[in-house]
Antibody, heavy 123, light 107 residues
């Protein structure tokens, strides 16, 4: 079964750091780009960061650029998001997402989503 | 960034209705447009990719269309399990961007 399981969310104070992780199984993790997408409960979807299969291309949204860093470890079938200098507006559910296309230098549709990990930034 | 504008934001409908949701891109995106369904408390699920292609396991009552920079998601005969929120997303250029969502509600 194809599965993405996020972990590491929680309550954190403004200005602090947090790292969330995603464990992938059931597919060839090292062949696909991966992403983080966030959603404030009851609101829309915001793409946060993406990384190609070989880490050759790493892109982040302007809203997190310079503060968040996406990385992956293909040997461990794992995706990470290091979040520094957290702000209250970063409060959201963070989804780990698999890109549909294999070995692409760009991004495509998001065909598998994890259940998400909630990050709350509050004093 | 490419802006994606969905309409309507809310759509009351009944079981058996044919409904269409529209997504307009702020510039050309070819067919790099995808549709997702999200139910409360759940992660989004991919319905249609590349404007027209049905994701494996998605019922054939869902279909996608395109006219220039306008894209449509049509449900031919609404089923009770289709009441949810739908999002479009473009992957033509980075950053990938989503529409604001359309909530399909029971009339």
């Amino acid at each position: 079964e194809v599965q993405l399981v996020e972990s590491g969310g929680g309550l954190v104070q403004p200005g602090r750091s947090l790292r969330v992780s995603c464990a992938a199984s059931g597919f060839s993790f090292d062949e696909h780009a991966m992403h983080w997408v966030r959603q404030v409960p009851g609101k829309g979807l915001e793409w946060v960061s993406g990384i190609t299969w070989n880490s050759g291309t790493i892109v982040s949204a302007d809203s997190v650029k310079g503060r968040f860093t996406v990385s992956r470890d293909n040997a461990k079938n794992s995706l990470y998001l290091q979040m520094n200098s957290l702000r209250p507006e970063d409060t959201a559910m963070y989804f780990c997402v698999k890109d549909r296309v294999r070995w692409s230098s760009g991004f495509d549709a998001f065909d598998i989503w994890g259940q998400g990990t909630m990050v709350t930034v509050s004093p | 960034d490419i802006q994606m504008t969905q309409s309507p934001s809310s759509l009351p409908a009944s079981v058996g209705d044919r409904v269409t949701i529209t997504c307009r891109a702020s510039q050309t995106i070819s067919t790099h447009l995808h549709w997702y369904q999200q139910k409360p408390g759940r992660a989004p699920q991919l319905l249609i990719y590349a404007a027209f292609s049905l994701q494996r396991g998605v019922p054939s009552r869902f279909s996608g269309g395109r006219s220039g920079t306008d894209f449509t998601l049509t449900i031919s005969s609404l089923q009770p399990q289709d009441f949810a929120t739908y999002f479009c997303q473009q992957s033509y250029s980075s950053p990938p961007t989503f529409g604001q969502g359309t909530r399909l509600e029971i009339k």
